[in-house]
């Protein structure tokens, strides 16, 4: 198990982006290495963090230590979304029931390092 691994949830704040102001969200991911994770979103229109992060991929994370400054992502393979909504899947629980209600959705993923 990574340090990671520890925490079920992360802080993830981006720049909204018309306003410019921090937009923060408290969200699922999985680790992908020391200093990585990925993320994902599967209900209705992509969300709003993840269209901030598309306009300006610096964002933070917090995972309950403090601030860290990252870059963020879009995952835009078909494919490798499915791998994301997959890992979620076999992270939490809940996630195969979310992901099946939402089934009719165009998930979204994206990769953040730091």
């Known amino acids: 198990m990574s ?3 520890r925490h079920k949830t992360v802080r993830l704040t981006t720049r909204g982006r018309k306003s410019g102001e921090p937009r923060t969200v408290i ?8 200093r990585r994770v990925r993320v994902q979103h599967v ?7 993840y ?13 309950g230590d403090g601030p860290i400054v990252a870059q963020a992502r879009p995952i ?3 494919d490798e979304v499915q791998r994301v909504l997959a890992s979620i899947r076999r ?8 992901q099946w209600f939402a089934r ?7 990769e953040i390092t730091w």
């Open 104 to 110: 009719k959705a165009k998930p979204v993923a994206a």
């Open 27 to 34: 969200i699922w991911f999985v680790a992908d290495g020391p």
């Open 51 to 63: 269209r901030n992060l598309i306009a300006d991929p610096e964002v933070t994370l917090d995972f």
């Open 3 to 5: 340090d990671l691994d």
């Open 76 to 78: 835009t393979d078909g």
């Open 91 to 98: 992270r939490y629980w809940t996630a195969p029931l979310i």
């Open 43 to 49: 209900a209705g229109t992509p969300a709003q963090w």
